[in-house]
């Protein structure tokens, strides 16, 4: 077999796995410590068992499977923490055990693992947990600072009920890491500072979302900061793995991914629509990929035929 290495440039980058998810641990403390502040020990106690049974999960499929252990690139660490932080903080032990070992041997030990899943490993454990057991999914609990809050009544489902400084600050029901925005955002500012990810999926997923909801009438301001949309866009939706190579292509995928929340919220039966939206568009990514192809900064000249 004759190998063929092509012309400079050659892209490098300085950052490897382990970095990546390192930063992206860091830019999910301010909503660790926002679901904590909200909701108490309950949520610190789903945060562990979440992340410990992601990491020892995949750690124990590696061995059975005799694969290099690669825990320490700490991916399993982020798909238990952002697992967790999409669990309503007062949900059974148990959701967060069967969602991890879902996440990691499921969706992506059997796939080949980091790289190798076509969804995104925490999105598709949160969509088997509540297919599953709706009940525990949403039970949401009043946070602990707010004694006005309606147990069970998110702003998705009482839209009027919260103004928009709760929305923001996450005095609100709903998943742990979703209800407080200041929290995402600073963790979105650590990631973009970081260049750990682009812009280019969030402000797509957010813009798409306020256009479309605006057009069938609804409020777009309550649309980006209610549910899980915010949170999502930034840690979920941007999943190195399942989202489109190229700018242009991440800002189709965002865009597709706002036009699906709102078309589920709008006329499907259930209010939240940003866990299957995502994970639609991750299959279409693929599609995406292929149609939307990435600059090319180097190949071989053809050879020229000679004559005679």
Request: hydrophobic share 55%; proline share 6%.
């Given at each position: 077999?004759?190998l063929h290495?092509?012309p400079?440039p050659h892209?490098?980058?300085p950052?490897?796995?382990?970095?990546?998810?390192?930063?992206?641990?860091?830019?999910?403390?301010?909503?660790?410590?926002a679901g904590?502040?909200y909701?108490?020990?309950s949520?610190?106690a789903l945060?562990?068992?979440?992340?410990?049974?992601?990491?020892?999960g995949?750690?124990?499929?590696?061995k059975?499977?005799?694969q290099?252990?690669?825990?320490?690139?700490l991916?399993?660490a982020?798909?238990?923490?952002?697992?967790?932080?999409?669990?309503?903080?007062?949900?059974?032990w148990?959701l967060?055990?069967v969602?991890?070992?879902?996440?990691?041997?499921?969706v992506?030990?059997?796939?080949?693992?980091l790289?190798?899943n076509?969804?995104?490993?925490?999105?598709?454990a949160?969509?088997?947990?509540?297919a599953?057991?709706?009940k525990?999914?949403t039970?949401?609990?009043?946070?602990q600072?707010?004694?006005?809050?309606?147990a069970?009544a998110?702003?998705?489902a009482?839209?009027?009920?919260?103004?928009?400084?709760?929305?923001?600050?996450?005095?609100?029901?709903?998943s742990?890491g979703?209800t407080?925005?200041?929290a995402?955002l600073?963790?979105?500012a650590?990631?973009?500072?970081?260049?750990t990810?682009?812009?280019h999926?969030?402000?797509?997923?957010v813009?798409?979302?306020?256009?479309?909801?605006?057009i069938v009438g609804a409020?777009?301001?309550?649309?980006v900061l209610?549910?899980?949309?915010?949170?999502?866009?930034v840690?979920?939706?941007t999943?190195?793995?399942?989202?489109?190579?190229?700018?242009k292509?991440?800002?189709i995928?965002?865009?597709?991914?706002?036009?699906?929340?709102v078309l589920?919220r709008?006329?499907?039966?259930y209010?939240?629509?940003?866990?299957?939206?995502?994970?639609?568009m991750?299959?279409?990514?693929?599609v995406?990929d292929?149609?939307?192809?990435?600059?090319?900064?180097?190949?071989?000249?053809e050879?020229?035929p000679?004559?005679?």
């Open positions: 077999m004759n290495m092509s400079a892209v490098h980058s950052q490897d796995t382990r970095a990546l998810m390192l930063n992206v641990i860091i830019a999910l403390i301010p909503c660790v410590i904590v502040w909701f108490g020990f949520a610190v945060i562990l068992v979440s992340v410990l049974t992601a990491v020892l995949e750690l124990i499929w590696q059975l499977t005799g290099r252990v690669k825990v320490g690139d991916s399993a982020v798909t238990g923490l952002i697992l967790a932080l999409n669990l309503p903080p007062r949900a059974p148990w967060a055990v969602g991890g070992l879902f996440a990691v041997i499921v992506k030990g059997l796939f080949g693992g790289g190798g076509f969804m995104n490993p925490a999105l598709a949160r969509a088997l947990l509540l599953s057991w709706a525990y999914m039970a949401w609990s009043a946070p600072a707010a004694a006005d809050a309606v069970g998110t702003p998705l009482n839209p009027a009920g919260y103004s928009l400084t709760q929305l923001f600050m996450g005095n609100i029901p709903g742990m979703e407080c925005k200041l995402i600073i963790g979105l650590f990631l973009l500072v970081t260049k990810i682009t812009w999926v969030p402000v797509a997923m813009v798409s979302t306020l256009v479309f909801s605006a409020n777009p301001v309550n649309a209610s549910g899980g949309m915010l949170f999502a866009a840690f979920m939706a999943d190195y793995v399942t989202c489109p190579m190229s700018e292509g991440q800002l995928y965002g865009c597709c991914i706002g036009l699906l929340i589920i709008t006329f499907g039966s209010p939240e629509g940003v866990t299957y939206a995502i994970l639609l991750n299959v279409a990514t693929p995406i292929h149609f939307i192809r990435r600059r090319v900064y180097g190949h071989e000249k050879a020229k000679q004559n005679g």
